[in-house]
C-alpha cells in the first residue's frame, strides 16, 4: 500500500526559484493538507483542500501556492524561493471530517 | 479552537508504562480528540482518538475524564522504539475547524 507519496525527498534550492512539490494520495481520501515543519518545532498548516476542487488557506499561507490537479494529487508551489521557507514539508490526506490524518514521509527542502 | 498543553518531554526506561497528560481546558462539545506519533524523519502517524472515557486498541489506551478538561495517553510497556514525539491535537474538523499540531512530547526511552 503506498498511501500518500511525496516527491521530491529532498531539494537544494537558490533564492528566488521556484519549485513544485508534488502529493498523491490513492486511498480516494475527500482531504488533503500542506503542513511545514521547522526544526524542534511542530507542523504548521500552510493550505487544505478539503474536497476536490476547492482549497483554503491554513495558518502560514504566505509565500505558498497549491493546486488540487484531482481527487488524488494535491501540490504545493513556492514561485520564488526564500530561505525562510528552507523546513521539512509534510502532505496528508483523510477521508472525512474527524477521521485521523494518513501522512507522507516528506519533503526536505534547503533554500540557499 | 481548543489550544492544547503537554509536557514538553520526558524520560522512561524499557518496560515501563508511559502516560502524557494533555490539557485542553476549553475544549468545546463536540471536540475529539486525537494523538499523533512522530519519529525522527518521517511523518506523524495516527495513534488513538477518542471523545471521552476510555479507548483502548494495541498500542495505547486514552483516558478521558468526565469533565474531558484533558486526557492521557498511556503507552505500556514501552520499548527503545517508542522513542519519539507525541502530539495531542483536540477540535471538530466537522464544524469546519482545523486542528494545530503543538510542540508535543519528546519522549525518551532508555536501556
Known amino acids: 500500500n503506498a498511501g500518500v507519496t511525496q516527491t521530491p525527498k529532498f531539494q537544494v534550492l537558490k533564492t528566488g526559484q521556484s519549485m513544485t512539490l508534488q502529493c498523491a494520495q490513492d486511498?480516494?481520501?475527500?482531504?488533503m493538507y500542506w503542513y511545514r515543519q521547522d526544526p524542534g518545532m511542530g507542523l504548521r498548516l500552510i493550505y487544505y483542500s478539503a474536497s476536490e476542487g476547492t482549497t483554503d488557506k491554513g495558518e502560514v499561507p504566505n509565500g505558498y501556492n497549491v493546486s488540487r490537479l484531482n481527487k488524488r494529487e494535491f501540490s504545493l508551489r513556492l514561485e520564488s524561493a526564500a530561505p525562510s521557507q528552507t523546513s521539512v514539508y509534510f502532505c496528508?490526506?483523510?477521508?472525512?471530517?474527524?477521521?485521523?490524518?494518513?501522512f507522507g514521509d516528506g519533503t526536505r527542502l534547503s533554500i540557499l | 479552537l481548543a489550544k492544547t498543553t503537554q509536557p514538553i518531554s520526558m524520560d522512561s526506561y524499557e518496560g515501563q508504562e508511559v502516560n502524557i497528560t494533555c490539557s485542553h481546558n476549553?475544549?468545546?462539545?463536540?471536540?475529539?480528540i486525537t494523538w499523533y506519533q512522530q519519529f525522527p524523519s518521517q511523518g506523524p502517524r495516527f495513534i488513538i482518538q477518542?471523545?471521552?472515557t476510555k479507548v483502548t486498541n494495541e498500542v495505547a489506551s486514552l483516558f478521558i475524564p468526565a469533565d474531558r478538561k484533558s486526557s492521557t495517553l498511556s503507552l505500556p510497556r514501552v520499548s527503545l522504539s517508542d522513542t519519539a514525539v507525541y502530539y495531542c491535537l483536540v477540535g471538530d474538523e466537522a464544524a469546519g475547524n482545523k486542528l494545530t499540531f503543538g510542540g508535543g512530547t519528546r519522549v525518551l526511552v532508555k536501556p
Open positions: 477518542g471523545y471521552k
Open positions: 496528508a490526506s483523510k477521508h472525512e471530517a474527524n477521521q485521523p490524518q494518513h
Open positions: 486511498m480516494n481520501h475527500n482531504s
Open positions: 476549553n475544549i468545546a462539545t463536540n471536540d475529539y
